[in-house]
C-alpha cells in the first residue's frame, strides 16, 4: 500500500511560470519531508526537505509547503526555468530511524521555453 | 569527490543466474541503502544498513542478499535472478539520522533486464 502519493504523473508549465507539484502521505508519524529531483540516465538529487514542526522552507526559487492536518505536501517552483524539466520525487520518514524513507512514484515537469 | 559509485550501469541475467550489484561511497556515510525503481512504484527500499556489520530488511527484501563488511561498500546479491526483479537499482547513502543529516545521495543507477 503506497503510503506516499503523487497523482499527477506529470506537468507542462510555461517558462516563467509557478509549477506547483503535490504530494499525499497517509502515515501520521512521518515528521520528515525531503523531494527529490531526477534527470534521466541519473540518480535523484535532493533538492529541499521540510520537518513537521514547520509549515514551509524556501530555498531560492523552492518553496515546499507542508498541511499536516491534511497529510499534504507540495512543492512550489517560481519562477519555472527549462533546465527544471526533471521528475521530482517526494520522499517521507521518521527523521529519527535514518534510511527508512518513503517514495512517491514521481511527477515528470516539463518547462515549455 | 566521486560521491556514491554503482556498477554495472547496466545488466542482462537469464533467468536463475546470481549477480552482485557493487556500490561504493566516499563521504564516511554511516548510512547506506538499496532502491528499485519501477514504473508506476517509485522508489522502493529493499535493504539498508546503519553501520559497518548492520543491515536490515526494507519493503521488498525478497531476493536479495546484502553485507557490510566496511563503510565504504554495500553490495546487493540476486542469489536467483527472476524476471520480477528486472527493474533499476539505485543506492544511496546519507550520513546518519535527524533532520539533515539523513538526505541522501544517491548513485547513477544499475538498470537490470533478467530474461
Known amino acids: 500500500d503506497q503510503q506516499v502519493k503523487q497523482n499527477s504523473p506529470s506537468l507542462s508549465v510555461q517558462e516563467g511560470r509557478i509549477s506547483i507539484l503535490n504530494c499525499d502521505y497517509t502515515?501520521?508519524?512521518?515528521?520528515?519531508f525531503l523531494w527529490y529531483k531526477k534527470y534521466p540516465a541519473e540518480g535523484p538529487t535532493f533538492l529541499i526537505s521540510?520537518?513537521?514542526?514547520?509549515d514551509k522552507n524556501e530555498d531560492g526559487r523552492f518553496t515546499v509547503f507542508l498541511n499536516k492536518s491534511a497529510k499534504h505536501l507540495s512543492l512550489h517552483i517560481v519562477p519555472s526555468q527549462p533546465g527544471d524539466s526533471a521528475v521530482y520525487f517526494c520522499?517521507?520518514?521518521?527523521?529519527?530511524?535514518?534510511?527508512?524513507?518513503?517514495f512517491g512514484t514521481g511527477t515528470s515537469l516539463t518547462v515549455i521555453p | 569527490n566521486a560521491g556514491v559509485t554503482q556498477t554495472p550501469k547496466f545488466q542482462v541475467l537469464k533467468t536463475g543466474q546470481s549477480m552482485t550489484l557493487q556500490c561504493a561511497q566516499d563521504?564516511?556515510?554511516?548510512?547506506m541503502s538499496w532502491y528499485r525503481q519501477d514504473p508506476g512504484m517509485g522508489l522502493r527500499l529493499i535493504h539498508y544498513?546503519?553501520?559497518?556489520?548492520?543491515?536490515d530488511q526494507g519493503e521488498v527484501p525478497n531476493g536479495y542478499n546484502v553485507s557490510r563488511s566496511t563503510t565504504e561498500d554495500f553490495p546487493l546479491r540476486l542469489l536467483s535472478a527472476a524476471p520480477s526483479q528486472t527493474s533499476v537499482y539505485f543506492c544511496?547513502?546519507?550520513?546518519?539520522?535527524?533532520?539533515?543529516?539523513?538526505?541522501?545521495?544517491f548513485g547513477a543507477g544499475t538498470r537490470l533486464s533478467v530474461l
Open positions: 521540510i520537518s513537521s514542526i514547520k
Open positions: 544498513s546503519v553501520g559497518a556489520g548492520i543491515t
Open positions: 502515515n501520521s508519524m512521518f515528521d520528515y
Open positions: 544511496a547513502s546519507s550520513y546518519g539520522t535527524g533532520s539533515g543529516q539523513n538526505i541522501q545521495y
Open positions: 563521504m564516511n556515510h554511516e548510512y
Open positions: 520522499a517521507a520518514g521518521d527523521a529519527n530511524t535514518g534510511n527508512q524513507f518513503y
